[in-house]
């Protein structure tokens, strides 16, 4: 939905938490851990998700990550070169 509405050339800012892999690793085990100790049953599916990927089904370009602790921040931009739907 985020791509849908957004303009060509927009920005798209995500902070959720650090995923499985991220900061090399270390923190790999607290992110198994959480989805047991939170009962958080789909917080592993998304810990295992590509979101470069994901956007870039979408046309958002991945810009920037950024690590603070157990967050993760993810610059994207839409592609300028869509034409919109209805355009």
Do not use: I, W
């Not at 900061?23 to 917080?43: K, S």
């Amino acid at each position: 939905e985020m791509a849908r509405v957004l303009r060509p050339g927009g920005t798209v800012v995500l902070a959720d938490s650090v995923q499985l892999g991220d900061n090399g690793g270390l923190l790999d085990a607290l992110v198994r851990f959480f989805p047991e100790a939170y009962h958080e049953p789909y917080y592993l599916n998304y810990a295992k998700v590509d979101l470069v990927r994901l956007f870039a089904e979408e046309g958002l370009c991945h810009v920037d990550t950024t690590h603070a602790f157990l967050t993760k921040g993810m610059t994207f931009v839409k592609r300028g070169d869509q034409l919109e739907e209805g355009a």
